[in-house]
Every structure is written in C-alpha cells, then in structure tokens.
C-alpha cells in the first residue's frame, strides 16, 4: 500500500506489513485482553517429532477466541473460536515426556481451527473442521495465569446470546477497572494530573479499550494491550491543533483530536456523552493547549465564490456531518459525477456525460424507482424506499479492498467476496447503482484525490477467478482513461467543471441538507432505512446488552446518514471560474494542492498565498493598503453620514451638531457650512447628478439640499420619528426611522417643489436602524436591520416580507446587499458580522471581530468596517483574516464613503473628524 494513499490508513504506511498480528483478525468488537509466551506442539506427530518442529510464538486471549502466533512467519497464526473449544485445560503427559517436562502446557481442543497469514500473505482464511487437540507449554507463567481466564470465557459461550453478551460485557468491565494509568509512562515529574477516564481508540473496523489521562501538558492513553506500536500514547497538547466532538453510532461520544505534526489524528470515544463532555472541558481549560483558530465557518462563501473547490468543500462538509476517516460506518461520502463510462473520450461539455444531482443515485433509473416506490406502499411503518445505503463499511471496502484486504477479510469472516461481486469494472458497477434493487452506493473521496493505486492490485492478492475463467485483478478503466492516474484527474475534472459546480448544491440537499429528512425526502425520492438515521433510536436508553449489540451491528451494516447541516436549500454557486487549478491528464493529482484530510485549518493557510481576487475597479481590495491623505475637525458632535462625490472634488458630512458641511478634497479645507435643523442630522445620500444631496434629520424630516445652489430646496415629513436611514437607488429611495417603520419613495427629480411621493411603508416590532436597497431588472428587494438584532428581507414591489432573521444579539447597525444582490452583509454592536444568502437564507459567513461595529461597506469579498475603538478594519471574507486596520479616529468610527474610482475612502468618527484614506500606490 503507497503511503500516497492518506485515508482511513493515512497513520499507518501500510497494513500489509511485518506486523502480522493486529485487530483486525478479531471479530468486530472483539476484545484482546493478553498474551503469553508459549511453545506449540502438533499433537498430529510423535513426540520427538513434535518437539523437533515446535513453534515459538505468543498465544493470545482475547473475548471470543484465542490465538496462536507464531514467532516464524512462515506458518500461520492460529485461531480457536470459543464457540468450536471442546475442551481447555492443563494438559499431562507421560512421566517421561519430553513435552510437559514443567507441567505447564495448556490443551485446546476444539472441532474447528482457522489458519491466517501463512507466509505473511494475506489471503482468504483457511478452515480447518476437524476434531484435533493443540498443545501449547507456557513458558514464563504456569496455567493458572491463563486457563481460569480461557475457562470463564468458554461458560459465557455456553449460554444463550443475551446472557453471553452480558457476562462478556462484566468479564471485560471488571478486568479493565482493575487497571489504572501507569504513572510511571508520565514525561514530566511537574506535570498535573488533571482527570483520568475510560476510553477506546478508534481506526476503522478496530475499538481498542485502555486509560485516556490529561496533565497539565500532555494528552496519554494506554491501551489495556500491547497491540499498540508504543505502549503508552503521548501526545504534547502544544501540538493539538483541532479537537473535534464526533458522533459514533449514533451516539454523541466522540472526540477527534487533530495535530499539528504530521498531520496525523486520533479518535476516541467514550461509556456516554457526559464522560466525553466532561474530559472534552477538562483539556479545553488546559493552558499548554494553542487550538488553532476554527476558520470553517466561511466555507460556504469562499466556496460560493469559487476560492474553494467543489472537492474541499465537500470534505469540509463531511467533516461538519461527522464523517469520518477513522470510521468506517461514517466514511466520507462523494457523487458519482460522471454516467459515459463507454466512450473514447469524456466529453465534459456534453450534460449527457453527467449524472443528475437533482436525484439521489436510487432515483436515477425510473422503472427501478417505481418498483421501490410500488412496493414501500405494502410496508408496515417505518416505510423506506432503500433498504441499502449509499454508504456502508461494505460499500468502502468494496472500492478499498486492493489496498486494504484486511478489513474487507475481518467484515467478511476471513473471506473476500464472489469474485463477480467484487469492484472488477467501473461500467457495470455504475449500471448495477442504477438498476440494482439493492445498489445505491455512492463514491469515496479516493475517486477525486489520490493517485489511483486502489484501483490496482499492487500486492497481486489472490482475489478469486470470474465466471468467465479471469482473475481479479486490476479494476477495469473506461476507454476515455489512460490509466488509473489519469482515471482520477478526469473524475476531478468533472467534479470541478461548471455543470457540476451549478448543480452540486442539489446533492448537498439531499446528502447534507434539508431534504435528507421528512417530507422533504419523501418529495425528493430520499428516504432510507430508518435505523441509519441520527435520532432513530436511543441507544443508552437500552438495557438488554444483547438487544443494544444487535442494534450496533445493524448499524454497522446499514451505514449512517450524515448529520443534517442545513435545514433550507443550499446555495448556489457563484457561475464563475474556480480559483485552484485543476489536475490534468498529464499531472497526477497533487496533495500539497488538494490536503486530503479535514478540518480545513491547512486549507486555509494554502489560501492565503491564492490571488484569489484581482485588484480592480469594482474591489475594495485596494483599501488594504492606503495612507491617511488628511483629516480634519469639521463638526462639534459625532458624524454620522458621509457622501464623497465621483470626481473627488468634494465630500459631504452630516453630524449630531445639526450641521451640514463641505470639504475641497485638493484644497484640504472646509468649503461650505450650514445649519438645516435645530436637530441631529443622522444620515445623507448623494444624488446620481451630484447636484443635490438627501438627508436624513432627528427631526422626523428628509430634506433635499441643493450643491448647486447652496441651499435646502425641499423638506419632506417622512416619518414620526428621527430618520436613521437614506437608500436611493435609481429613482427608488427608501428610508427607516425610530418609529418603526421602512418608506418607500419614489423620487422625481423635475418636480422641484415635490420631488418624493410615498409608495408605501412597511412595520417593524421596534426601532429600525439601518437598511438598504437592491435593484435590477428583474427585482426591487430592500432589507432592514432593527435594535433587537432582527434582519428582514422585503419584496419592494409587493410590499411583502420574504425573510426574518434574528441573527445579532444587539442593534444592527449596517444591512448592506452585494453588488449583484445575492447577499446581505449584516453588521452590528455584539461584534459580529454575518453574510447571509439571499435565495436560500443559508448563514455562509459569520466572525466576530472583537469590537461593536458601526457601519461598513464591501464589495461582496472584502468589508470595511467602522470599529467601536475608533478603528476602520479591512477584513477578506475568502481567507478569513484581517488584512489591515486604519486608527484615526479617537471614539467610534461613525459612518465611511468611498469612491471607487479614485481609490478613496473617507471616515467619520464620535470625535467629529473626517478622515481621508488614499491608495498608496497614487
């Protein structure tokens, strides 16, 4: 197995190695409690001969069986299932044997003994049924360390399920209470010990039991056994960089620890969720501990806009769902992209190529659909349409098996599956997910992001002969591929192409979103077998060991729905160009490009070095690096509204001082001054002509203020409040107030004695702060954002209310949309901002940027923002990060302006300056 392959073995080089013993030669959840040195002898030679050809090794007890491994490779490792055990006992032999010169050989006899990795070849199991005795002669402890052990274990078999269960269940609990941490493994003599609980090591296939301890500067864990590679896990919590709650079976008792080194990660979980809740606090409040700051929660927006591939964005979803590398009941799960798996070449360009992700993979085939859907209807409740999933343990292994035989020979009772059965052929397995009335499996991440080894059989397993007299080997590619390497960089071509990239929002509803439930799915042709849903049952609240282990298996069986993560219809994304380079035929893909593992903090970093954004006219990327040009004390009182005209000859402020005034940006002086109101002036906006501009007045009026002539040429009663807000957008202007209220207005501007009539208001619960207009050809939405932190969409033409939201936990100060209307920015004094999808109401952004935000502008990438500390901080949406901060103001930035094509923005601040920022480059 090439160590290029990252995935569930991403920690191990290879499981086809010298280490011939491991867990997955139990049974699944199989116990291995201790071995001893011993020496076997056949009981099928004489006994010279016996002892001629003994084999040294380990004998191993473990909770269903016991095995022999011998210390030579060449024979195989041994194996009495407890259920085919005759007899164990001490075994004596003449006075004169050779054998039992000690007196301490154990006998098994048992009717049947199975045969593994002879020659350390993993291969199908062999079974021996056949009555024999096996001698084994201990060689450092005498019987009674090891027969009373065998002996119990043996009466548990003899009982019915249940009991066996439960008496297997006290046998393992009882011997593991006996055993605490071994304080003698700690590095540090002034380390702490902080809490010490039970805990099992997850890999796929494998729970391994032991102690999970906290100090004060490491994470250890001792396995109960010496399967481990080091005998005591260490782990310093400087490295941790991620720890992730996880969910197991349908049970909340996971943690996913994540490090820094190696990029390596270790699962555990828990007896319950207040055992993992209570070590998950206790190793959060450790000071040693540097998390690295969590950056998923804008994946959504970078991904919209296209900084984000499809393929990383379906990981990070996986990993939000709980997926997992380490579990195989909860794998990573991919679409199938591509449906021609006939033709010479792929033809991307043609939709016909690709598969319809409106539909899950058990909707694709319509006769097959209505046969599922005729005989759901004879159910009795829960009724499913699938009784399989579209991702099982069975399913990963059935892609995985030439690079992972042995977990397919430890789910499979030591064997492969029917050689015709087996992953042969990328064309019929495509047919049989869409005829097959019990294929709906989808795809593995390995189909997009690896170099194509599983599709070849590397290590020539003996995998079986066909019907049609071939053998298995290598899976058969389609005629459009040019090898297994080549095979994949196109399934990523596809994955990443623009028809996918407009339609993969229709797979993330159905996998991920909200029509993964209810009935949602039921319209969507997408329910499963309910028992793979999260919530279908309890299983803490079953009693019965024996009912709750066959709950566990059907589980295992039937797979796992992913947590649910959205509950409205995902976003689309943005038709654009993705920003990463794609794989091509001649470059086998990279995994510094494309990080195969999740959560995203590595992504984020490559991020960073991406030109994900050119610098041009519509960006506000050029405000990161500006120079303070001037600044200046025009008012007595805070600015509260900023105006800067296009050819820069001017900029207007209005202030709580009732004054309105005039700054010559090349003059660098206040041109003009004059008093409109004996009240506070709270907002303004610059008409198209730059002849007039509007302001808004705590004394309930909207005035027109004409530039031209110096003078107020209208003032209209807008509200019966103090008017917080001015928006106009062609001829449509909108205004909020203190009362509660959003107007809408249309502006006439050849009628100069009345220039706004009213169209129509809408109400609000409380105070309306700010709001904004979007308008097109096709649509007029304006949005509002009020003082008990409550965003609302409105339809302006109908008058009629789209969304609500209470998204903020204080005022919201700023709602702005993107320029081409597909977002709202929110702003608000909680500190946070957030970015919200207009068509589906999906959050895609949220961060809290330390401070209460006054006002900000963006450009649907970068957001400038006017901080309570008097700071204005440019913040990039795509790499999540702070990319300068502007200090000029000493109390609250106010209100800003900008003018795009000079390169300019203008600050407002409490203390009554304005401020004049200049790209540095000018």
Known sequence: ME???????????????????????????????????????????????????????RLKVCSKSVLFEPLDSTYPILKFLYKDVIHAGKWSGSAFSRLDQKGEVVVIESKMCISMKEGNIVAPY????????????????????????????????????????????????????????????????????????????????????????????????????????????????????????????????????????????????????????????????????????????????????????????????????????????????????????TSETLDLDNPDTLRDLSKPIGALG??????????????????????????????VL??????????????????????????????????????????????????????????????NLHLGVKQDGNRVNDVHLPPWANGAADFIAKCRQALECDFVSQEIHNWIDLIFGYKQTGEEAWKADNVYYYLTYEGAIDLDSIENENERKCYEAQILEFGQTPKQLFTKPHPKRQDKTAVLPLPTQHAPIDDETYPESIPIAELDSKLDGLAVVEVTGNSLQWVANTILKSSAKLHKGPVDGMAISENED?????????????????????????NLSNMALSCCQLVDDEKHILIGCWDNQIYTYSIEFSRVIDGTHAHYDAVTCLRLKKDTLISSSWDSTVKIWSRDASNKKSPLSLLGEVDHDTEVLCCDLFVDDSVK???????????TLWNADLLMLVFQHSLHTDSVTEVLFSPDGSRILTCSLDEHIRVIDVNTEVEVYCKCLGEGIRCACWDGHIVVAGGESGDVIVWDLMKDKCLTRLQSHHGAVHSLSYNLKKQLLTTGGADGTIAIWQHSSL
Not at 188 to 199: G, K, Q, R, T, V
Not at 404 to 417: H, I, R, S, V, Y
Not at 650 to 674: A, G, N, P
Not at 781 to 791: E, I, N, R, W, Y
């Open 3 to 57: 160590n290029k392959i990252k995935y569930f073995w991403k920690n191990n080089s290879s499981y086809i190695s010298t280490e011939r013993f491991n867990l997955l030669l139990l049974a699944p959840g199989e116990i291995y409690f201790e071995d001893f040195s011993v020496y076997y002898y056949s009981s099928q030679l004489n006994e010279n001969e016996a002892v001629r050809k003994r084999q040294k090794g």
């Open 126 to 341: 062999k079974y021996s049924r056949e009555k024999r005795k096996y001698l084994f002669s201990l060689n450092f402890v005498g019987t009674n360390g090891i027969l009373p052990q065998i002996e119990q274990l043996l009466r548990a078999n003899t009982l019915n399920p249940h009991e066996e269960a439960a008496m297997i269940s006290t046998i393992v609990e009882a011997r593991q209470a006996r055993l605490n941490f071994n304080t003698s493994w700690i590095e540090d003599l002034y380390e702490n010990i902080i809490h010490e609980a039970s805990a099992s090591k997850i890999t796929p296939l494998v729970c391994n039991p032991g102690r999970l301890l906290v100090t004060s500067k490491r994470l250890y864990f001792q396995p109960f056994n010496n399967v481990e590679p080091e005998p005591v896990m260490k782990i310093n919590l400087s490295n941790i960089k991620y720890i992730t709650k996880r969910r197991y079976l349908l049970r909340h008792v996971g943690i996913e620890i994540f490090q820094k080194e190696n990029n390596t990660d270790v699962y555990f979980i828990f007896s319950n969720q207040n055992e993992r809740n209570i070590f998950y606090d206790h190793i959060l409040r450790q000071e040693e501990l540097q998390l690295v700051e969590d950056k998923q929660e804008n994946m959504t927006l970078k991904w919209q806009n296209g900084v984000l591939s499809n393929f990383d964005y379906l990981m990070y979803l996986n990993s939000k769902a709980d997926r997992s590398f380490n579990d195989l009941t909860q794998y990573p799960v991919f679409p199938w992209i591509i449906k021609d798996y």
């Open 366 to 395: 319509k006769e097959r659909l209505q046969q599922l859907k005729e005989r759901c209807k004879g159910m009795p409740e829960p009724k499913f349409l699938y009784g399989s999933h579209y991702s099982t343990p069975g399913f």
């Open 398 to 459: 059935y892609y995985l098996v030439r690079v992972a035989p042995e977990f397919m020979l430890c789910l499979q009772n030591g064997k492969f599956d029917k050689a015709d059965r087996l992953f042969n052929s990328l064309l019929p397995t495509w047919n049989n997910c869409c005829t097959g009335h019990s294929d709906f499996k989808e795809l593995i991440p390995e189909f997009y992001n690896s170099d194509g080894n599983f599709l070849c059989n590397s290590h």
């Open 650 to 674: 001017f900029i207007l402020s209005v202030s709580q001082d009732t004054q309105l005034k005039m700054y010559s940006v090349q003059k660098e002086e206040q041109i003009r001054s004059m």
């Open 781 to 791: 939405l304006f949005v509002s954002g009020t003082k008990d932190g409550t965003v």
